[in-house]
T-cell receptor, first 119, second 113 residues
Framework: GAVVSQHPSRVICKSGTSVKIECRSL??????MFWYRQFPKQSLMLMAT?????????EQGVEKDKFLINHASLTLSTLTVTSAHPEDSSFYIC???????????????FGEGSRLTVL | GDSVTQMEGPVTLSEEAFLTINCTYT??????LFWYVQYPGEGLQLLLK?????DKGSNKGFEATYRKETTSFHLEKGSVQVSDSAVYFC????????????FGGGTRVLVKP
């Protein structure tokens, strides 16, 4: 099946620094990618939707200047957590959807997740 | 807006026991329904899905039936194994929400030998 890969899987950074997380679709072109945040023992919260070549659409309550999303190509989306603080520590998960007819006719595939710890 | 409610865990079972995880939803129209599984240290994987009323999704011994009348999509497995220990998420994708996925809170299942 289709594969979505995230990198890094774990990152520890100091407060005030910026961290970039990559999400790649390895064997299909992802027209849409989604970024989620998962708090401990809780569900996934959709942060934003990104379409290749256009600005991301952020969910209510998510700071777009804090969480910068770039979907520069059909196989890569990046999430940059700017000026990270301890409260940004979380598990970030991306998912990718292929065009209809590819990768399961629009089925979503999830990355392994990236655990961010801000000291 | 759309919402998904599933039973809280953790659910602890013995091997070969019967597993049921309840899931109910609120959505306009006719959403598609999904169960995702997250094994320890891994990302979410689609376990099964159903796209219309009375459809039954099945995979790896798990089943769930799309019940429009009760707005439910309960997950069942007749005989669980230790390898089924994971977190299970019920989710829906509704046209009103632009086909975005809305997840339930997740249910942690622990199967003991």
């Amino acid at each position: 099946g289709a594969v979505v890969s995230q990198h890094p899987s774990r990152v520890i950074c100091k407060s005030g620094t910026s961290v970039k997380i990559e999400c790649r679709s390895l064997d299909f072109q992802a027209t849409t990618m989604f970024w989620y945040r998962q708090f401990p023992k809780q569900s996934l919260m959709l942060m934003a939707t990104s379409n290749e070549g256009s600005k991301a659409t952020y969910e209510q309550g998510v700071e777009k200047d804090k969480f910068l999303i770039n979907h520069a190509s059909l196989t890569l989306s990046t999430l940059t957590v700017t000026s990270a603080h301890p409260e940004d520590s979380s598990f970030y998960i991306c998912s990718a959807r292929g065009a209809p007819g590819l990768a399961g006719t629009g089925e979503l595939f999830f990355g392994e997740g990236s655990r961010l710890t801000v000291l | 807006g759309d919402s998904v409610t599933q039973m809280e865990g953790p659910v602890t079972l013995s091997e070969e026991a019967f597993l049921t995880i309840n899931c109910t939803y609120t959505a306009t129209g006719y959403p598609s329904l999904f169960w995702y599984v997250q094994y320890p240290g891994e990302g979410l994987q689609l376990l099964l899905k159903a796209t219309k009323a009375d459809d039954k999704g099945s995979n790896k011994g798990f089943e769930a039936t799309y019940r429009k009348e009760t707005t439910s999509f309960h997950l069942e497995k007749g005989s669980v194994q230790v390898s089924d220990s994971a977190v299970y998420f019920c989710a829906l994708s509704g046209q009103a929400a632009g086909n975005k996925l809305t997840f339930g809170g997740g249910t942690r299942v622990l199967v003991k030998p």
